[in-house]
């Protein structure tokens, strides 16, 4: 069997209507940190509707027994958002996933050669096996950052099928990186946009992510 990438853009009104506002050049970073927290918060939702671990049992309701079924508490989560822009999705997956731990990641790329280099990471030596990840990252744009950080993941033990990729607006060349790298990623995304600059900035895109989230 040949593993393949799946990416999906999940057709939702509030996808739609965030990214909208993420996207206009005029708003206010005020309002572009609400847009990527709702974006963070629908993305995620849409991301773990079969990824998150479940245990069947009983419950007694006040009148009978009854199936039910509960998030296994057994299972870690993990979030990882990629500083600094992974940052803005990072509390919409939190709400969501409020028992998860999140572990940080500082990836900055080079502005000449585009490369990406680790300043900060978080990262146990080994994960749990069965660890469940979501890593926020608004832009995926060369593909570099993600598989960098996919790199730390998987060599501290992380099986690439049970992590989800948020992301905000993915480039054709970073689906086409990942696929290569890990086929069997899952990515979440709200656009994907066909054009990549010389600078590697996504268009039409929505600029700097995290020049925009933090107005600096
Ligand atoms: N990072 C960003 O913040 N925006 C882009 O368009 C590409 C990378």
């Known amino acids: 069997m040949t593993l393949q990438l799946r990416v999906y853009v999940p057709p939702h009104p509030l996808i739609k209507h965030w990214l909208a506002v993420a996207r206009d050049a ?6 572009f940190r609400s847009a990527m927290t709702e974006l963070g ?3 995620t939702y849409e991301a773990i509707r079969e990824w998150l671990p479940t245990m069947d049992t009983e419950v007694n309701t006040p009148l009978s027994t009854c199936p039910a079924t509960f998030i296994n508490p057994e299972i870690p989560i993990a979030v990882i958002p990629i500083l600094r822009a992974g940052l803005s999705l990072l509390e919409g997956a939190q709400t969501l996933l409020p028992l998860s731990s999140v572990y940080h990641i500082g990836v900055v790329r080079n502005e000449e050669t585009l490369e990406p280099s680790i300043y900060l990471n978080k ?3 080994q994960f749990h096996s069965e660890t469940r990840v979501v890593i926020t990252e608004p832009m995926l744009a060369t593909g570099g950052t993600i598989v960098t950080v996919m790199e730390e993941l998987t060599k501290r033990g992380i099986d690439p099928a049970f992590v989800r990729i948020i992301s905000v607006v993915a480039s054709p060349v970073a689906l086409q990186k990942l696929n290569v790298a890990y086929p069997g990623l ?3 995304t709200a656009a994907i946009d066909e054009v990549l600059n010389d600078k590697g900035y996504i268009v039409p895109g ?3 992510a995290g020049d925009r989230t933090f107005g600096t």
């Open 26 to 31: 005029t708003t206010p970073s005020v309002l």
């Open 41 to 43: 918060r629908w993305l």
């Open 123 to 125: 990262f146990p030596s």
């Open 186 to 188: 899952v990515i979440f």
């Open 206 to 208: 929505l600029g700097d």
